[in-house]
């Protein structure tokens, strides 16, 4: 059974920083790509950021790229999505889904699994 969990979301103030996982079990993880997505009540979910099997990754705005980082750990079946600078429009429920690819994928129907979410709040 295929398993993705996300954690590490919470309450922070504009300008805080936070550090999401992704988790993953039942899969091969070294074969598969992940991603971060990201949703808010009423709206499709938008990509954030993706990292390949091998490592490549790629981030939805230039705003992103500057303030996110994302890495993975396949000793440990995870990866990380490293929040800079976080500004009230980042609040959404955030997501991680595997694909089975060697690239990574800014396209959220690309993904075959996908974790419950966790929620960022940024607010003062």
């Known amino acids: 059974q295929v398993q993705l969990v996300e954690s590490g979301g919470g309450l922070v103030q504009p300008g805080g920083s936070l550090g999401l996982s992704c988790k993953a079990s039942g899969i091969t993880f070294d074969d598969y790509a992940i991603g971060w997505f990201r949703q808010v009540p009423g709206k499709e979910r938008g990509a954030v950021s993706c990292?390949?099997?091998?490592?490549?990754?790629?981030y939805f705005t230039d705003s992103m790229k500057a303030r996110f980082r994302i890495s993975r750990d396949n000793a440990k079946n995870t990866v990380y999505l490293q929040i800079n600078n976080l500004k009230p429009e980042d609040t959404a429920v955030y997501y991680c889904?595997?694909?089975?690819?060697?690239?990574?994928?800014?396209?959220?129907?690309?993904?075959?699994?996908w974790g419950q979410g966790t929620q960022i709040t940024v607010s003062s």
């Open positions: 990292i390949g099997s091998s490592g490549g990754s790629g």
């Open positions: 889904g595997a694909a089975l690819s060697a690239l990574c994928s800014l396209s959220h129907r690309m993904y075959d699994y």
